[in-house]
């Protein structure tokens, strides 16, 4: 048996005396920490195989994409919003679809995968993307109203002079001259920012202040274009 000097023992209760007082708390609080620790984990693994899982999906998909088979498309886009829409994959899975929907000449099933991506894809940029397609979508099945409303909303910045645009596209369809010359008006403006934003080099590498600024140039003509063409003066 161990033998304490005098100052030994003292702490020695000391920490007894503390244990008993606090001890049943310190063990809930590591036992709450290693509970805590343990879900975070499963949590973890637990996205990471969803990620997986929704990744070999994905890759079917692009495959059944890329032989342009409509029927399979749909089945797993629809796998793919069914058990992984937590994931970016179930967002991406839908537009994919949705564009083989489009090229097989089915825009309601089109019109249904936008619509969810529109309303439920995990990142922001595919919901704005989702939008401009259905709008598109829209559009093309003379359902004005319905496209409006869509490109109604202010998208993030890099979507916004597209959907200025196509909000001209459909005042144009509807013979709205007025509507739409303001509607391109607002395209043009937000391009000419996003040309100027390019010359400044904000975030862009050499090579991409080289690269963008004609890209943009270009898209802007046809937007004046467009434009010249409602017919409204200047």
């Known amino acids: 048996m161990a033998v304490y000097d005098l100052e030994e023992q003292e702490q020695l ?31 973890n693994w637990w996205q990471g195989n969803q990620t997986a899982q929704a990744s070999a999906v994905f890759g079917a998909l692009q495959q059944a994409a890329a032989q342009k088979d409509a029927k399979r498309s749909r089945e797993l886009a629809g796998e793919l919003i069914d058990k992984y829409s937590a994931t970016a994959y179930a967002g991406m899975g839908a537009l994919l679809a949705a564009h083989v929907q489009v090229a097989a000449g089915d825009s309601k099933n089109a019109r249904v995968q936008l619509v969810w991506a529109a309303e439920s894809a995990k990142d922001p940029g595919l919901r704005d993307l989702a939008r401009l397609r259905l709008a598109t979508v829209l559009l093309d099945d003379k359902a004005y109203d319905e496209a409006i409303k869509q490109l109604s909303a202010e998208p993030s910045a890099s979507f916004a002079p597209r959907f200025a645009e196509l909000r001209g596209d459909v005042f144009a369809a509807q013979g709205k001259a007025t509507e739409a010359k303001a509607a391109y008006d607002v395209a043009l403006a937000k391009i000419d ?42």
């Open 193 to 234: 920012t996003q040309i100027k934003a390019e010359k400044s080099g904000e975030q862009k590498s050499e090579e991409k202040k080289l690269e963008e600024p004609s890209s943009r140039a270009a898209y802007r003509d046809l937007v004046q274009v467009k434009r010249d063409a409602s017919g409204v003066a200047k």
């Open 13 to 43: 209760d000391e920490l007894k005396t503390w244990w008993k007082q606090y001890g049943n708390l310190v063990t809930g609080i590591l036992l709450a920490v290693a509970v805590a620790s343990a879900g975070w984990q499963g949590w």
